[in-house]
Structure formats: structure tokens, C-alpha cells
């Protein structure tokens, strides 16, 4: 089993209102994509309540394998939802372990 952490920034010049409204949308969307890409085992995204903290966003995922992971990156519905978000990133980190 393979974990998939990402967690993401949203630049400084992006307002409040617009890191929540993109924030929730990218929730929204990627935890509905299993209905469309059966081979994501469990995915959640959390949106961060603490503000000392840097890093605005995280999703968590898991997958059979390294290469569901890549299938899933390069998935359209995938990429559809990522790339909404993406428009106000400025940092990404991501993370992916065997379980």
C-alpha cells in the first residue's frame, strides 16, 4: 500500500476569502474523484485551523501501488480539480511511503 501526503501554500497575495472558497472547492472535488478513479483506496483532505502553522492544506491518500499513484496524477478528473487549486499555490510538498 502506498501513502500519497501533499500538502499545500497558497501564495501571500491571495485574499482570505479566496484560499477558503478554493480550499473547499479542491476538498469538494477530490474526495468525490473515487467515483470516477476506482483504483484510489481512501483519500481526505484537511484544511489546516491552526494558523502558526504554514501550510494551508493537506491530503492524505492511499493506493495499491506507485503506479495507481502516477495513473491518478496524470488522471483528467484528477487534474481538472488540481489545476483549480494550482491558480493560487505558491508551495507544494508532497510525500509518497509504502504502509
Known amino acids: 500500500m502506498i501513502k500519497h501526503v501533499v500538502m499545500f501554500r497558497f501564495r501571500d497575495d491571495v485574499s482570505l ?3 477558503k472558497k478554493a480550499a473547499c472547492d479542491f ?11 476506482p483504483f ?4 481526505f483532505v484537511g484544511l489546516n485551523v491552526n494558523a502558526a502553522e504554514p501550510w494551508h492544506i493537506c491530503l492524505e491518500s492511499q493506493f495499491d501501488t506507485l503506479d495507481d499513484v502516477k495513473a491518478y496524477a496524470s488522471h483528467p478528473a484528477h ?7 494550482m491558480k493560487y499555490v505558491g508551495e507544494r510538498a508532497c510525500v509518497d511511503f509504502e504502509q
Do not use: D, F, Y
Open 17 to 19: 476569502e479566496t484560499q
Open 27 to 37: 476538498k469538494n472535488g477530490i474526495e468525490r474523484l473515487p467515483e470516477v478513479i
Open 40 to 43: 484510489i483506496r481512501t483519500v
Open 79 to 85: 487534474k481538472a480539480v488540481a489545476s483549480e487549486l
